[in-house]
Every structure is written in C-alpha cells, then in structure tokens.
C-alpha cells in the first residue's frame, strides 16, 4: 500500500518551458546567438540551477557569454522572468484532480517532487499557488539533488519517512520512472497532460484500499 504520492511539476502540473516553448528561442534571438546551441546548453546545465547550486540567472548569462553574445553583460533578468511567464502554462484541471484525490484521500502525504530553480518555482508558485497543494515541498533545489539520481529519492523519501515501496511517483519522463520503479517505487508516467486526469485517481484507488474495503 502506498503512503505518499510524489508529483512532478513540468509536463505533469505545467508545461516544459525550455522544452515546449520558444523561451529559449527568443532568448538566443535577444542575444543574437544560436537557438540550437543555447538550448543546448541550457538542457545540459540546467542541473546547476535545479540543485540550488546557482542562480538560474547567472547560469543563463553565463551560457550567452561562453555562446559569444556581444549583449550578455547587459543581461536582463526582469525581462528574462517575464518572458518566463509568458510561456509558462498551468493545466488547472490537473492541479483541480490533484485537490480532490488530497480530499478524498487525507491518509495519503503529497509531495512535491520536481526539478526546478528555486527562482521560476516560487514564480510558478505565486501565480498559481500550488505549493499549498503539498504535505512535503521536495524540489530538486531543496534537496539540493536533481532526479533521478538515487541521492534525490534517497532524500525526498526520508523527509517524508516513507519507504520507495510505500510511494507513487507520477512524472512525464521516462528515465525519472525508470529510476523510481529500479527503487522499487510505484509509478504512472504522465506521458500527456490528460493522463493525469484521466488516470490518477484509478491508479491511487488501486494501490490505497478505501477504509470500507
């Protein structure tokens, strides 16, 4: 039986910025630098600003300067933020279905359980408010790991004193389940918004027997 459902944020509640969106398009187009090559580096650093380690800021204004931006010492990250907000999208209804298996399942611990810089989760978070959602706030930036390594499950997992065969883990990309299903952990993969929807609440029912049962 599972005791704590760990939910991803980006492709789950959210869409994927720098993946889905031209966030880092028109970036590189302000910056007058490669799309293909900043979006890159961005997908190949962005550990560095999901671990805590920096600020997302100063990972991207670092990246357009190794990329040769002849603006990068005029980097705006006001602007920056705001371009981020922009693109970013919420799936309401998946936060709405989220709520009600919260509601209908009190025994069961939420978790939040994504990779994300701590500056754009707070931003999502004040638009949308869904931190309130969660028992356990376990981004990656406060763990101070990135999934799916075993150091951040190992360290989400104890900070809500579960064990892996006690969890759901619910993410849209395939290494994260692989690796949380190698734990011995549950998993749903959110392969498309609607699977949240369509899927969640069957998949807990499942695997948390009602008190009537």
């Known amino acids: 039986m599972i005791r704590a459902l760990l939910v991803d944020a980006g492709g789950v509640l959210f869409n994927n910025i720098n993946e889905e969106t031209s966030f880092i398009r028109d970036i590189a187009r302000r910056y007058a630098v490669d799309e293909s090559r900043l979006l890159g580096a961005v997908l190949s650093s962005a550990h560095t600003y999901e671990s805590g380690a920096c600020h997302a ?3 991207l204004r670092g990246l357009l300067e190794e990329s040769g931006s002849p603006f990068a010492d005029a980097f705006d990250g006001e602007w920056v933020d705001r371009l981020y907000a922009a693109n970013l999208r919420c799936y ?9 298996v919260a509601r209908a399942r009190p025994e069961l611990t939420l978790v939040l359980a994504n990779n994300e810089a701590e ?3 707070h931003l999502k978070n004040q638009r949308h408010e869904h931190y309130g959602l969660f028992d356990h706030l376990c981004s990656s930036w406060r763990v101070g790991q990135v999934k799916p390594s075993a150091e951040y499950f190992a360290a989400t997992l104890d900070r809500c004193g579960v064990e892996p065969r006690e969890a759901l883990m619910v993410d849209d990309r395939t290494s994260v389940i692989a690796a949380a299903r190698d734990l011995g952990m549950r998993t749903l993969h959110v392969s498309s918004p609607e699977v949240l929807r ?3 609440r069957e998949t807990v029912e499942t695997l948390v027997p009602s008190a009537s049962s």
């Open 92 to 100: 309401s209804a998946n936060l709405a279905e989220l709520a009600e």
């Open 119 to 121: 500056h754009w989760d």
């Open 57 to 59: 800021h100063d990972v």
């Open 198 to 200: 369509t899927r969640l």
